[in-house]
């Protein structure tokens, strides 16, 4: 166990549907990530929170919306996506944002479909 | 700009031998790298770091990594491959661009053979 839990582990929908992503981190972390993987691509960031806020949103579609309740919890938002979005997203946390030698903790990740 | 490269997609290696993934990377200032394994249906986990000092570096599951600055390459190796360590390796490089950010190569695939 790493302390982050990511719910669902797998998920189908449809273009128009409306779903979220549920990410939990119990490492009294500052900061917490998104980060999209497809097969034989480098991991993808999408965004970063530290403390809360949205510090990074890299060129990501609107059709992703991310949600920082506290620290603890990240949500993605997902709102008529693309069969090209199909792919493992993954949540992550650490420490903070700032530092040098900042190691990443993962969830297991949301294995997402868009039919 | 900042960037990793896993020239590898997949590796086979027997189990009992020893193993090399291949890592460079190309950024501006002080590399800070880092060793990631990923098993199936599970995020990546740590393995091992490289922020200043000596240049061999040792890390989970028997894992040590080299940093050579000449030929701006981070490999990871490991002396005696087991089953167990079939799983994604990924590279990553910790470099700042208005940020700190974690950059990630694409991943090798190992696969130990029994």
């Known amino acids: 166990e790493t302390g982050v839990t990511q719910t669902p582990r797998h998920l189908v929908m449809g273009m128009t549907n409306k779903k979220s992503l549920k990410c939990e981190q119990h490492l009294g972390h500052n900061a917490m990530y998104w980060y999209k993987q497809s097969a034989k691509k480098p991991l993808e960031l999408m965004f970063v929170y530290s403390l809360e806020e949205r510090v990074e949103n890299n060129s990501v579609p609107s059709r992703f919306s991310p949600e920082c309740p506290n620290s603890s919890h990240l949500f993605l938002h997902l709102h008529t996506l693309q069969p090209e979005d199909s792919a493992l997203y993954l949540c992550a946390s650490s420490q903070g944002q700032f530092s040098t030698n900042e190691k990443l903790f993962f969830g297991s990740g949301t294995q997402l479909s868009v039919l | 700009a900042q960037s990793v490269a896993q020239p590898e997609d997949q590796v086979n290696v027997a189990e009992g031998n020893p193993l090399t993934v291949k890592c460079t990377y190309s950024?501006?200032?002080?590399?800070?790298l880092f060793w990631y394994v990923q098993y199936p249906n599970r995020g990546l986990q740590f393995l091992l770091k490289y922020i200043t000092g000596d240049n061999l570096v040792k890390g989970s599951y028997g894992f040590e990594a080299e940093f050579n600055k000449s030929q701006t390459s981070f490999h990871l190796k490991k002396p005696s491959a087991l089953v167990g360590g079939s799983a994604l390796y990924s590279c990553?490089?910790?470099?700042?661009?208005?940020?700190?950010?974690?950059?990630f190569g694409a991943g090798t695939r190992l696969f130990v053979k029994a």
């Open positions: 990553a490089v910790r470099a700042y661009t208005g940020g700190f950010k974690t950059i």
């Open positions: 950024v501006s200032g002080n590399p800070y």
